[in-house]
T-cell receptor, first 113, second 115 residues
Framework: GENVEQHPSTLSVQEGDSAVIKCTYS??????FPWYKQELGKGPQLIID?????GEKKDQRIAVTLNKTAKHFSLHITETQPEDSAVYFC????????????FGRGTSLIVHP | EAGVTQFPSHSVIEKGQTVTLRCDPI?????LYWYRRVMGKEIKFLLH????????ESGMPNNRFLAERTGGTYSTLKVQPAELEDSGVYFC?????????????FGQGTRLTVV
C-alpha cells in the first residue's frame, strides 16, 4: 500500500519568514495530493491540492509543488503570520481507484510574532 | 449548512470500559470515513461507509472496534473493551458520491483517553 513520509515534524519560524514542508510517497499510481491544516480544537481542513498532471499550484501565500519522478511534493507558505500556526498534513490518493487518502504524520508549524 | 459533527469532543474512560463515538455527516454525503490519529503519528484510515454499507474496513485494528451506520445517516464507532493503546483522536469525514476531493470534510474529532 501507499506510504507517505512527512518532514519536519516541527517547524518554528519568525513572522514574515517562509515555511516549507516536504512529503514523499511510495505508490507511483497516486495522482491526487491534498494538504490539510488542523487548528487547535478543529478537524483537518483542506487548504490546497494538486493533481499529478500539474507541477505547481499557487493560492495567495501558499503553493504546492509536485515532482512525480522523485515522488515528492512540498507545501510552501510565504510571509507567514501567527494565524498560520497549526498542524499541517499531506496526503496521497488515487482518483478513480482506491481513492481513500494516506496521510503523513503531520508538521506542527509555529509562527512567532 | 452544518458541517460534519462529532460527539463527544472528549472522552476519558478506564481500561475495560466501553465507549461509543458518534458522527453526523454532511447531509447528502453518501461516503463516511473514520480515521484515528495517535499522538504524533499519521492520520490512519479505519473504515469507509457508502451509505449504510461498509465499503472498506481494512483499517479497523481488531474486533474490539465496531462501526455502524444505520439508515445511511449518522455513524457510531464503539470500542469494547477499551485498551490503553486505543487512546487518540478519532476523526470522521464525509464526502459526496465519487472520489475523495475538495468536497471531503472532516469533523472536529473526538479525543479518547483510556486510563
Amino acid at each position: 500500500g501507499e506510504n507517505v513520509e512527512q518532514h519536519p515534524s516541527t517547524l518554528s519560524v519568525q513572522e514574515g519568514d517562509s515555511a516549507v514542508i516536504k512529503c514523499t510517497y511510495s505508490d507511483s499510481a497516486s495522482n491526487y495530493f491534498p494538504w490539510y491544516k488542523q487548528e487547535l480544537g478543529k478537524g483537518p481542513q483542506l487548504i490546497i491540492d494538486i493533481r499529478s498532471n500539474v507541477g505547481e499550484k499557487k493560492d495567495q501565500r501558499i503553493a504546492v509543488t509536485l515532482n512525480k519522478t522523485a515522488k515528492h511534493f512540498s507545501l510552501h507558505i510565504t510571509e507567514t503570520q501567527p494565524e498560520d500556526s497549526a498542524v499541517y498534513f499531506c496526503a496521497a490518493s488515487i482518483i478513480g481507484g482506491s481513492y481513500i487518502p494516506t496521510f503523513g504524520r503531520g508538521t506542527s508549524l509555529i509562527v512567532h510574532p | 449548512e452544518a458541517g460534519v459533527t462529532q460527539f463527544p469532543s472528549h472522552s476519558v474512560i478506564e481500561k475495560g470500559q466501553t465507549v461509543t463515538l458518534r458522527c453526523d455527516p454532511i447531509s447528502g454525503h453518501d461516503n463516511l470515513y473514520w480515521y484515528r490519529r495517535v499522538m504524533g503519528k499519521e492520520i490512519k484510515f479505519l473504515l469507509h461507509f457508502v451509505k449504510e454499507s461498509k465499503q472498506d474496513e481494512s483499517g479497523m485494528p481488531n474486533n474490539r472496534f465496531l462501526a455502524e451506520r444505520t439508515g445511511g445517516t449518522y455513524s457510531t464507532l464503539k470500542v469494547q473493551p477499551a485498551e490503553l493503546e486505543d487512546s487518540g483522536v478519532y476523526f470522521c469525514a464525509s464526502s459526496p458520491p465519487g472520489h475523495w476531493g475538495t468536497e471531503a470534510f472532516f469533523g472536529q474529532g473526538t479525543r479518547l483517553t483510556v486510563v
